[in-house]
């Protein structure tokens, strides 16, 4: 079964401070996908970034970036110069390619990390 | 464009009475998720549709909860006899869907409906 494990319950930094947020993940397949959700305050969920399985390369985007390792089935998300603005809780999540090669995209997200930027 | 929309947004009923949740997607979204969160919890799934038919409804707790999407689009989640634990955020999110190989797309989420049963 798959399983996702946010270790970090509540980040605490004051802006400008470099901040990461870890995942680590369970799964059987060798296809799968990795999400990176924000929920602010407001309750809706807000997309990141997907990565696929195969796919290694770290990614920046912004003052973002993530760090996807196999080895160590993690996917880490930086955020470099942190505002108040990105107070939030972040979610890691994970979905399996379905049987038969068709895709499914069930997502079993982890715990969540709440982050509060201090100005 | 417009994204997923939700109706209620918010819902407050007595323990034992029937609930309707309404999920609007993304225009041409074939796929279709529910999702359920608690208090400082992430999301867990409920059912998925493909289209019309419900593909996969494992995550549904117990036999009172019960979702349609009748003509692929609309989807209704609906709660019998609610019980005090219900009470939660019923999120949904929907996707282009597709049953191609590499071909899962990303899901995105309605603002929810917060339930509390009373």
């Known amino acids: 079964a798959q399983k996702v494990t946010q270790a970090q319950t509540e980040i605490s930094v004051v802006e400008k401070e470099d901040v990461t947020l870890d995942c680590v993940y369970e799964?059987?397949?060798?296809?799968?996908?990795l999400f990176w959700y924000k929920q602010p305050p407001s309750g809706e969920l807000v997309f990141l970034i997907r990565r696929n399985s195969f796919d290694e390369q770290n990614e920046i985007s912004g003052r973002y970036s993530w760090n996807f390792q196999k080895s160590t089935s993690s996917f880490n998300f930086t955020i470099t110069a942190s505002q108040v603005v990105d107070s939030a809780v972040y979610f890691c999540a994970l979905s399996e390619e379905g049987a038969g090669g068709t895709s499914y995209g069930k997502l079993t997200f982890g715990q969540g990390t709440i982050l509060t930027v201090h100005p | 464009g417009a994204g997923v929309s939700q109706t209620p947004s918010n819902k407050v009923t007595e323990k034992g009475k029937y609930v309707e949740l309404r999920c609007d997607p993304i225009?041409?979204?074939?796929?279709l998720y529910w999702y359920r969160q608690s208090l400082g919890q992430g999301p867990e799934f409920l059912i998925y549709f493909q289209g019309t038919g419900a593909a996969d409804d494992s995550g549904l707790p117990n036999d009172r909860f019960f979702a349609v999407r009748p003509e692929g689009s609309v989807s209704t989640l609906k709660i019998q006899r609610t019980e005090r634990g219900d009470s939660a955020v019923y999120l949904c999110a929907s996707s282009l869907g597709g049953e191609m190989r590499g071909d899962q797309e990303t899901q995105y989420f309605g603002p929810g409906t917060r339930l509390l049963v009373l």
């Open positions: 799964t059987r397949d060798t296809t799968y996908y």
């Open positions: 225009s041409g979204h074939t796929a």
